[in-house]
């Protein structure tokens, strides 16, 4: 009688904590799944600087990320502009995320968020100077 008692009891927990060791004895608890993170917020995935037109180099992003721009025009032009496009690694175009035009010595910023994955790269067609980081959100 005494192995039917301790037989019952141990199906009983084991049924109650899901967790059996083969043998109907209570094994130890299976972890809890761990969430898959994405990316760290913040993550530099591009920081350039430069004048006039460019193209950057390719760069990984995830379904979330940002573009932080400034440019700036020279005090001495009759005014400069920024155009930012975005292309996958076959070139194809992704988004055009930015276009501003800018008056003589004059300076504009902006956040653009965006939501596409893959190996993009930026082509900049501009006329003054500009900083240009893409970062993960």
């Given at each position: 009688?005494?192995?039917?008692?301790?037989?019952?009891?141990?199906?009983?927990?084991?049924?109650?904590?899901?967790?059996?060791?083969?043998?109907?004895?209570?094994?130890?608890a299976k972890p809890a799944p761990t969430a898959?993170?994405?990316?760290?917020?913040?993550?530099v995935l591009l920081d350039i600087s430069g004048s006039d037109s460019h193209q950057s180099n390719m760069f990984t992003a995830p379904s979330k990320w940002d573009i932080t721009w400034e440019a700036k025009a020279s005090p001495n032009t009759t005014g400069s502009f920024i155009s930012i496009n975005i292309y996958d690694a076959r070139g194809n175009p992704v988004a055009s995320t930015i276009t501003a035009d800018l008056d003589p010595g004059?300076?504009?910023?902006?956040?653009?968020?965006?939501?596409?994955a893959g190996t993009v790269y930026l082509d900049i067609a501009a006329v003054g100077t500009w900083h240009i980081k893409a970062v993960t959100t």
């Open positions: 009688m005494r192995r039917v008692v301790a037989l019952v009891s141990t199906l009983f927990a084991c049924a109650l904590l899901g967790a059996c060791a083969p043998g109907g004895t209570a094994g130890p898959t993170l994405g990316p760290t917020p913040g993550l004059a300076a504009k910023s902006d956040v653009v968020h965006m939501h596409h």
